[in-house]
T-cell receptor
Framework: ETGVTQSPTHLIKTRGQQVTLRCSSQ?????VSWYQQALGQGPQFIFQ???????GRGNFPPRFSGLQFPNYSSELNVNALELDDSALYLC??????????FGPGTRLTVL | KNQVEQSPQSLIILEGKNCTLQ??????????LRWYKQDTGRGPVSLTI?????NTKSNGRYTATLDADTKQSSLHITASQLSDSASYIC???????????????FGAGTILRVKS
């Protein structure tokens, strides 16, 4: 166990809906990174939050947005869901640029 | 082209046998390379981490090698068990700089299935 938790575990949505995924970082960590992992692929970097500010972003459209709270937990929001958004969403926490520890993931299915 | 390439894409072996997974990378500047084990639908769990100066690192039945000159790494699994069935992902970290931070580059993974 890494101490990083994510909720919910599984989620089913329909096209066009909006979804919010949550991540609680490990104690002492101030940075959260979000990844999308399609079936059979390696994780793809979405963005990273450091001290409540976005600190780097991958090649994802603006409908993917996030937040980090003063306790360093984080949310990933996806608007106007598309079928291709179906994936395992992983968050990883770290102490700034130190090693990243991964949570168990949230499985999102878009119908 | 992905900066981290893994082979084979998938592998089936008999319980008790050994196997070797390969990882080639072009990430530069390089900080370290990790091998992760990922069970289906779960988060990745780190097996080994190797820096530029390390050639071999073991963790129980897992032994990783790194050749930083040729930018190649391998993960050798000895005496495989049914519980070794998972995806094994090679992850390379950029050297910590203002440009790259702690950015990670993931391979697509090798899916290993151990049969009895």
């Amino acid at each position: 166990e890494t101490g990083v938790t994510q909720s919910p575990t599984h989620l089913i949505k329909t096209r066009g809906q909006q979804v919010t995924l949550r991540c609680s970082s490990q104690s002492g960590h101030n940075t959260v990174s979000w990844y999308q992992q399609a079936l059979g692929q390696g994780p793809q970097f979405i963005f990273q939050y450091y001290r409540e500010e976005e600190n780097g972003r991958g090649n994802f459209p603006p409908r993917f947005s996030g937040l980090q709270f003063p306790n360093y937990s984080s949310e990933l929001n996806v608007n106007a869901l598309e079928l291709d958004d179906s994936a395992l969403y992983l968050c990883a926490s770290s102490k700034h640029w130190d090693e990243q520890f991964f949570g168990p993931g949230t499985r999102l299915t878009v119908l | 082209k992905n900066q981290v390439e893994q082979s084979p894409q998938s592998l089936i072996i008999l319980e008790g046998k050994n196997c070797t997974l390969q990882c080639n990378y072009t990430v530069s500047p390089f900080s370290n390379l990790r091998w992760y084990k990922q069970d289906t639908g779960r988060g990745p769990v780190s097996l080994t981490i190797m820096t530029f100066s390390e050639n071999t690192k073991s963790n129980g039945r897992y032994t990783a090698t790194l050749d930083a000159d040729t930018k190649q790494s391998s993960l050798h699994i000895t005496a495989s068990q049914l519980s070794d069935s998972a995806s094994y992902i090679c992850v390379v970290r950029y050297l910590e700089t203002a440009e790259y931070g702690n950015k990670l580059v993931f391979g697509a993974g090798t899916i290993l299935r151990v049969k009895s």
